[in-house]
């Protein structure tokens, strides 16, 4: 059985790590979907595919599962959004997700969508560890060890706070 998992990891964060290691419980291969794979270099999607699919292979090293990573382009048309995921995809049996429109996708698509357990989500989230990023608090606490890494090597810290600026 595989599943999948989606989300824009802008970064991957221990939230994240989390719901991938209860998945690896239920399934024997995992799915991971990068959404929003196009953007990078904005203050809500600062890191590209490339860096994320980093991130990820980084972090779930120890995994114990077969995982894929696959980096989903939107296509600005929800209808639609579905097919195109599943055309980008191994086959999978069952989607897990919180994000409303991606279960009520699925779910009209007649696919078996599972609702992760959310981890701290107070502070696991990446909108909350972007901002820490900008204004300088410690995210790191916030991100399994290689994601750090990666973002130290590409100076993502720098870039996001460049983006963020005004002219
Ligand atoms: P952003 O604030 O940028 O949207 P995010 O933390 O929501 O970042 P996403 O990449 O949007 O991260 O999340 C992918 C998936 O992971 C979504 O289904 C989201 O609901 C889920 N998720 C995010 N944070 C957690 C968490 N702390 N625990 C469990 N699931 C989470
Ligand atoms: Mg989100």
Redesign the pocket.
């Known amino acids: 059985m595989r599943g999948l998992y989606i989300?824009?990891?802008?970064p991957f964060?221990l939230?994240?790590k989390?719901?991938l290691e209860k998945i690896a419980e239920e399934v024997d291969e995992i799915v991971v979907g990068i959404g929003t794979s196009q953007a990078s270099h904005t203050p809500?999607d600062p890191f590209t595919a490339g860096e994320r699919i980093a991130m990820i292979y980084g972090a779930l090293r120890k995994l114990g599962r077969w995982f894929y990573i696959i980096p989903l382009p939107d296509v600005n048309r929800n209808a639609v959004w579905v097919s195109h995921v599943k055309s980008m995809t191994p086959p999978f049996d069952v989607i897990y997700?919180?994000?409303p429109l991606v279960v009520e996708l699925f779910t009209e698509a007649g696919m078996e969508v599972r609702r992760?357990?959310?981890?701290?989500?107070e502070t696991?989230?990446?909108?909350i560890i972007r901002k820490m990023m900008i204004e300088g608090d410690d995210w790191r606490p916030l991100v399994p060890e290689p994601v750090s890494r990666i973002i130290d090597e590409i100076n993502g810290v720098e870039r996001l706070r460049n983006i963020c600026r005004s002219d």
């Not at 989300?7 to 802008?10: A, E, I, L, S, T």
């Open positions: 989300g824009r990891f802008q964060h939230g994240h989390g719901v809500a997700s919180n994000n992760p357990f959310m981890y701290k989500r696991y989230s990446g909108t």
